[in-house]
């Protein structure tokens, strides 16, 4: 079957769906968080290990829809090995196109920025299917904040300095 | 007679819309069904002409609107064969009709006169496993309120009553009986006579949900034989905001008020109340008037058609629905997958395949399904599944629509392949 452009099932979230990234849990981490979207029943348990201000491993298992289980896998190929500070604006980033209602005005950088999540424009249009693609976003923001990471504050100075 | 779906089809206009460039193919009918043009205008004239409130003006449009919502009353009570026109409440849905029986029976603890409503510890109130939650949670809170047990029967592999369990857990501890006509998750029709027979053996009220077969099915609720019926408008081509309870007129006449204010009450002294007779104890305040008659207008045009006619003609499409469903590899129907004692709601999942995505996908090619648990999550609990795709059925669905279904269906498992 040929997707229509506008639909939102882009082949990029069927090959994540089908192919998903970082998938498995790592045995050494920080953090393990469950997130669950009652909509559609979406669960995806994620585990994540910080050294240097970065998201030095990441990884998760789930199950549910196409749409959370594809934006985990996508969030997770954005993210991991990067500095928490870029993954916290991407995240933020990709919370304002999901919230947009189908009005999003990215510009190319953006879309230079969040590379295949972009795909998932199509799913601001369905308030009932968002919260599908935030879950694991949503996991990784608390498995980061539940591995002592706070923003670029005096304690995760601290213990950056400590762990160098 | 057989029903003409093409004309039918003419007589609802948003029929002719187009969804995403395709027309629509509606199957969402067990959610809500559309209403057709007659219905329209009825609210349209209603409020362009004879708009006032009910009971109380004196003047001609008074008048007309209390003659407008009484005619629907009497409307309702012919197509359900109720004995008498006082018997039809209105309420503003099922949830609200099944929430007014509840909340009666928790108040007849302190209301002079109402012993035979009295439950409390050591009294049993009796639901389905296969309930809406509409039927559920109201029982669960009276259970709470009084300290009266909570239970249910379940349900098998087929989606159908487990019937050794009616003897079972209907017993002499019974007051309450509450089940559904036919499931909105499952299709299944369910035994009324047989739990009708049994809770009246013991003494049991019995409580019928009716929201998914008053728009399908002949319903007399005399031969029914239960105490209380709920159904709603929306379901059965009328509109949303206006439901009903039938209920013997003795049961009625005996029970407490639900809620209180205008209209309700015979007379009332700052030291004291004394209420109406029913219908109107139980419709307080200034009630859902065009809606009422509005529900009369769908009932004129679903009586027109005949309900013998509706039933035998939905019963053709689920045979036909289920036939060529079983024909995808893959995918299996949660309910009884042979048009025996059932509707034409038909619930299924497909191997692999999130029921949110078949609907969404199926959405982008016109046609509306409902994806998810359909207020009745115990179903889904007992099948240890998180979620079904559901079509359903009514006067206006053809099979040519049920086609464009397995199409869709079978497209989807494609793209997921």
Redesign the interface.
């Known amino acids: 079957?040929t997707?229509?452009m506008?639909?939102?099932?882009q082949q990029i979230i069927?090959d994540h769906?089908?192919h998903p990234q970082h998938h498995g849990l790592p045995e050494d981490f920080d953090a393990e968080v469950h997130h669950v979207n009652p909509?559609?029943?979406d669960e995806v348990t994620l585990r994540v290990r910080i050294a240097d201000g970065q998201i030095a491993e990441l990884g998760w298992e789930g199950e549910?829809?196409?749409?959370s289980q594809a934006s985990t896998s996508v969030m997770s190929d954005l993210v991991a090995g990067k500095p928490i500070d870029d993954a916290m604006q991407l995240q933020e980033k990709f919370l304002g196109l999901m919230q947009s209602r189908g009005n999003s005005e990215l510009t190319e950088a953006d879309e230079d920025e969040l590379e295949d999540a972009v795909a998932f424009e199509g799913v601001s249009k369905?308030p009932?299917?968002v919260k599908?693609a935030l879950l694991g976003w949503m996991a990784m923001k608390s498995a980061v904040a539940e591995a002592g990471w706070s923003g670029t504050d005096v304690k995760q100075t601290e213990k950056s300095g400590s762990q160098s | 007679m057989t029903l003409d779906v093409e004309a039918v089809r003419k007589d609802f206009p948003i029929l002719s819309r187009e969804v995403h460039g395709v027309p629509l193919v509606y199957l969402d009918s067990a959610n809500t069904s559309q209403k057709p043009q007659v219905v329209l205008d009825t609210l349209t004239d209603f409020y362009a002409m004879h708009n006032a409130n009910v009971a109380r003006a004196v003047h001609t449009l008074g008048s007309e609107a209390t003659n407008a919502f009484e005619d629907a009353r009497d409307k309702v009570a012919a197509f359900i064969n109720a004995a008498n026109r006082d018997e039809v409440v209105f309420t503003k849905n099922s949830s609200e009709a099944l929430n007014l029986i509840a909340y009666s029976i928790s108040n007849a603890t302190t209301f002079p006169g109402a012993d035979q409503f009295r439950i409390g510890p050591g009294d049993e109130i009796v639901v389905t496993e296969m309930e809406h939650h509409s039927n559920i949670v109201p029982w669960q809170l009276l259970a709470q309120r009084t300290g009266a047990t909570f239970r249910w029967l379940p349900i098998d592999d087929d989606g159908r009553l487990v019937d050794s369990s009616i003897d079972e857990i209907i017993t002499e501890r019974t007051k309450i009986v509450a089940f559904v006509h036919q499931s909105n998750a499952l299709g299944t029709i369910n035994p009324v006579s047989r739990i009708v027979a049994r809770a009246k053996a013991v003494g049991a009220l019995t409580v019928l949900d009716a929201s998914q077969s008053a728009p399908h099915l002949p319903l007399d609720v005399q031969a029914l034989d239960v105490d209380f019926v709920a159904f709603t408008g929306h379901k059965m081509y009328g509109p949303t905001g206006v439901g009903v309870l039938w209920g013997r007129y003795d049961l009625l006449a005996a029970m407490p008020p639900f809620l209180g204010g205008g209209e309700m009450i015979e007379t009332v002294d700052m030291t004291g109340t004394t209420f109406a007779a029913p219908p109107h104890r139980f419709e307080a305040g200034t009630p859902m008037i065009a809606e009422a008659v509005g529900l009369g207008a769908a009932i004129d045009y679903l009586s027109a058609l005949g309900m013998e006619n509706v039933a035998a003609r939905e019963h053709e499409l689920v045979t036909y629905a289920l036939e060529q469903l079983a024909t995808i590899d893959g995918l299996t129907i949660i309910g009884p997958d042979v048009p025996v004692d059932r509707g034409a709601t038909v619930a299924f999942t497909l191997a692999g395949i999130h029921p949110h995505d078949i609907a969404q996908l199926l959405d982008e090619q016109g046609i509306a399904v409902r994806a998810g648990h359909h207020c009745a999550r115990p179903v889904c609990v007992r099948y240890g599944i998180s979620a079904t795709t559901r079509a359903s059925f009514g006067i206006y669905t053809t099979t040519e629509e049920i086609d464009a279904l397995v199409r869709g269906v079978t497209k989807v498992k494609e793209m997921f392949s």
């Not at chain 1, 549910?64 to 749409?67: A, D, K, L, M, N």
């Open positions: 079957m997707l229509p506008e639909s939102m099932y069927l769906y089908k909509t559609c029943g549910g829809c196409s749409i369905y009932a299917r599908c």
